[in-house]
């Protein structure tokens, strides 16, 4: 593209995610505004992406006079403040569709009229988000991957009105990144999500089967399938709750029972052991590091 269609970016939710975003927006040298409706969220945010950057420092990789001008580029916002006058305006909002329908109302309502709206959800309909706005065809799904900062694809869900300067921009805006993008249809779990939660449910059933322990199985896929990290490791890290949504919704979506969450996942979902966000999930987590449970496999 020529002059660059992007000067500010308004991040909405400053979790670990819009945390992620924020942060690798802030370093290409976009205005960043970041915004989050819980009290302390941009302040955990920020302290999120601080320690990213420290961490970076500390062994050489990162120039701390790089973070001193990064750090300038990250404004705290209001929700209008974010909004108004940012080019590219990217959701991070829990996986909820009543949430997620009521702020682009407000995006629509509060974004300049040539502004983009991404929204990072990684498995809902980007056609039914697009509904609650007057301009459907400037709405695109920007899936990131976590920890954003590290992990090189993004993942763009065009709708049947999504536009192709939309299309462009979000391109663009990922190559800016430093990330691939791919481009996938409007459909339930898209590319990533359909396959990543299928291998994740599958692991979690030899699991409970007793076929081998948890660290064993994800070393099979790390080593045998190359994969960065094994499907219970990224279960947890993910959150098993928001894997247990994924699944749902594609056995609604599809009619497929074969979709539905193994019962060990229910299981423990329900016991509130919802992965590293909890210190406990498929693994026992603390400071970072994991161990199998005793209570679960082999």
């Known amino acids: 593209m020529g002059d660059s269609p992007i000067g500010t970016v308004g991040v909405i939710g400053a979790g670990t995610m819009g945390a992620g975003i924020a942060q690798v927006c802030s370093q290409i040298g976009w205005e960043v505004r970041l915004h989050d409706a819980l009290a302390g ?41 974010a909004v108004s006058g940012s080019d590219l305006i990217i959701e991070a909002v829990p996986e909820r569709m009543d949430l997620k329908s009521d702020i682009f109302k407000s995006l629509d309502r509060l974004a300049d009229e040539n502004a983009i709206l991404a929204t990072n959800t990684s498995s809902l309909s980007v056609e039914e988000i697009s509904r609650s706005t007057q301009k459907p065809e400037r709405v695109v799904g920007m899936h990131f991957f976590n920890p954003v900062p590290l992990m090189p694809l993004v993942e763009i869900i065009r709708h049947e009105e999504t536009s192709d300067r939309t299309v462009d921009i979000a391109k663009y805006a990922a190559d800016k990144m430093g990330k691939t993008s791919i481009v996938v249809k409007d459909v339930p779990g898209f590319a990533t999500s359909r396959l990543g939660v299928v291998l994740g449910n599958e692991a979690i059933r030899m699991l409970a089967e ?89």
Not at 61 to 75: A, C, F, G, Q, S
Not at 267 to 287: C, F, H, M, P, S
């Open 210 to 298: 007793g076929v081998a322990s948890a660290s064993d199985i994800d070393t099979a896929m790390r080593l045998g399938y190359r994969h960065p990290m094994g499907p219970l490791e990224l279960s947890d890290l993910v959150g098993l709750d928001v894997r247990r949504d994924i699944l749902n919704g594609l056995a609604e979506s599809f009619e497929n029972d074969s979709y539905l969450p193994h019962p060990l996942l229910d299981q423990l979902v329900n016991a509130g052991d919802l992965g590293r966000k909890t210190g406990r999930g498929i693994y026992e987590w603390n400071a970072g590091e994991k161990k199998d449970r005793d209570d679960l496999g082999m």
């Open 41 to 81: 969220g941009v302040e955990a945010g920020i302290l999120r992406i601080e320690e990213f950057w420290s961490k970076g420092v500390q062994k050489g990789k990162t120039d701390p006079k790089m973070v001193d001008k990064w750090r300038l580029n990250i404004i705290p916002s209001t929700l209008e403040q």
